[in-house]
């Protein structure tokens, strides 16, 4: 591995003649591995017992020259502590380290090349204290690299099976154990330089745009489809620093989280960072001004809404509800466009989704005022009565919550004389034949709400419904004769045959109009 990361790496002249080359020969193909190996023992015991880089070997410094190209080095050996360089050699030192940490490694086999992996390990420590520490203003240089190994050992195309084993980001599969990167001790460290180097003050915005670029954030969107939540956390921090640092940036961002979500509700129906991107757009939509832009108005009503619609909509439903909570409370009018969205995707055979789109209606319904609420009563509660009646006791039960709300039941009770004959048939057959005591219960309790509220509409409402009932029930006893009927002529009826004419009687045809 070593080896083949040093073939690709800038040599001198001059170390080729310090050790023939035979092929296949294991002596002599070690013998770059051994001096890498060498130096990086080497920078081990010094950084930890404190020498200075006055006592560096020629060895080390060979390993230096053969790692890294002579324009970013300027003759500082990677494996110095900060502590022991001048502050004017500090840049050109956290460069080279920058470097070093370029070269990548293979973390699915613990036992290969760990001694490597160890002096990375230990340079990106000493970068993110560095970094964190505040103590130098990084030039245009540093800044380039700094991107640059961030590139190298972050932006990665996620094999297949990291995705295969999941729908949706786990909408499906939320008891499966979640998939953990055997990279991550390495990665995490990496993530942590970024995070310190983008929230630094030592850091010029106005450079830094040049190379955290637009292809550089599409790079880090796509990591938040990672299987491991470490990253995609880390992810999610770092993208909200972004968006708060490079203002230039922001309309990209939003746009770029549009598409992901796009591909999502529309073709694949597969992602694993769906979660974090609510997250971030639900702090974003907190900091919109007044009055609402239309270009935020169209990602709500293309966007949001539509995320309703995937069965994985458990595995970020509480971020969703809360970013669209959030745009009815900035903007009160978007609450009817909102309830109709919901309307549009109300789950019919899946009973947990309609318990959470419930939760989300009750929510919306107490930030909604009351001209936007009569809207969209008519639908609404038609959609809840079917809820009261549902065989789920879980989604009945909810569908009867609502009243327990004061602010919905003020505004029922506004607009009882629409709403009640809506739900009143819904509450008789519920106290008349549903299963669930409990629900039967509720739903005595509403219907006390209702006669508190207007006793004589609800006896009004009440005797209309009766003899709704009548009227039904005397069609399907008509029905249920005229069958027996058909029934009886037809067990009278002597089998004929060969191709004997029938004769139609009135009756049958009476019955089959």
């Known amino acids: 591995m070593l080896k083949q990361i040093l073939s690709k790496l800038p040599r001198k002249s001059s170390d080729s003649s310090d050790t023939p080359r035979t092929p296949r020969s294991s002596s002599q193909r070690s013998s770059p591995r051994s001096s890498s190996t060498s130096a990086s023992g080497t920078g081990f015991s010094r950084s930890n017992g404190g020498a200075s880089a006055s006592g560096r070997s020629n060895a080390t410094k060979k390993t230096s020259s053969a790692v890294f190209p002579a324009s970013l080095v300027a003759g500082i050996e990677p494996l110095v502590p ?75 195309v996620f094999p297949p099976n990291y995705r295969a084993n999941t729908i949706g980001g786990g909408g499906e599969n939320d008891d499966d154990e979640p998939t953990f990167d055997p990279a991550w001790p390495h990665l995490q460290l990496v993530y942590d330089l970024l995070l310190k180097f983008i929230h630094s003050s030592c850091v010029d915005a106005k ?48 746009k770029s989280i549009n598409n992901i979500i796009y591909r999502f509700v529309s073709e694949t129906e597969r992602h694993n960072g769906i979660a974090e991107l609510l997250e971030i757009f639900g702090s974003i939509i907190s900091g919109f001004a007044l009055p609402l832009k239309e270009e935020h108005k169209i990602f709500l009503w293309r966007v949001l809404i539509p995320l309703h619609k995937p069965k994985s909509v458990g595995a970020y439903f509480q971020q969703l509800s809360y970013c669209i909570t959030q745009f009815v409370e900035k903007e009160p009018k978007l609450a009817s466009v909102v309830v109709k969205g919901l309307l549009k995707y109300w789950p019919i055979t899946n009973s947990q989704k309609e318990v959470m789109f419930l939760g989300e209606l009750e929510e919306i319904l107490e930030a909604v005022n009351m ?16 809820c009261i009646n549902s065989c789920h006791f879980q989604v009945a039960e909810r569908s009867l919550f609502l009243w327990n709300n004061d602010h919905i039941v003020n505004l029922i009770a506004h607009n009882r004389h629409v709403i009640l004959p809506i739900v009143l048939p819904a509450l008789e057959r519920n106290a008349q034949s549903h299963w669930n005591q409990a629900v039967v219960n509720l739903t005595h309790n509403v219907r006390k709400i209702f006669m508190e509220m207007d006793d004589d509409l609800f006896v009004s409402c009440h005797a209309h419904f009766k003899e709704q009932e009548a009227k039904e029930t005397s069609a399907a006893n008509k029905r249920k004769q005229v069958w027996e009927q058909l029934e009886n002529a037809a067990s009278n009826v002597q089998p004929m045959a060969g191709k004997t004419a029938v004769l139609v009687t009135p009756l049958a045809s009476s019955i089959a109009c």
Request: hydrophobic residues 40%; aromatic residues 12%.
């Open 82 to 156: 900060f502590k022991d360089v001048p502050s004017s050699e500090k840049t050109n030192l956290f460069v080279s380290k920058l470097s070093l940490c370029c070269v990548t490694f293979d973390f699915t086999d613990p036992s290969k090349n760990s001694i490597e992996k160890g002096v990375k390990r230990q340079t990106l420590i000493e970068l993110v204290d560095f970094v964190g520490a505040g103590t130098l203003k990084f030039n245009e240089p540093a800044i380039h690299a700094l991107c640059k190994m961030c590139a190298v050992n972050l932006f990665r």
């Open 207 to 254: 450079v830094a745009k040049k190379y955290m670029d637009h292809s550089f954030i599409l790079k880090l969107l796509e990591l938040f489809d990672s299987e491991d939540p470490r990253e995609r956390e880390c992810l999610k921090t770092i993208l909200h620093r972004v968006y708060g640092k490079f203002m230039v940036h922001r309309p990209f961002i939003r």
């Open 371 to 386: 001209v936007e609420f009569q809207k969209v009563m008519v639908p609404l509660f038609w959609r809840v009565g079917c």
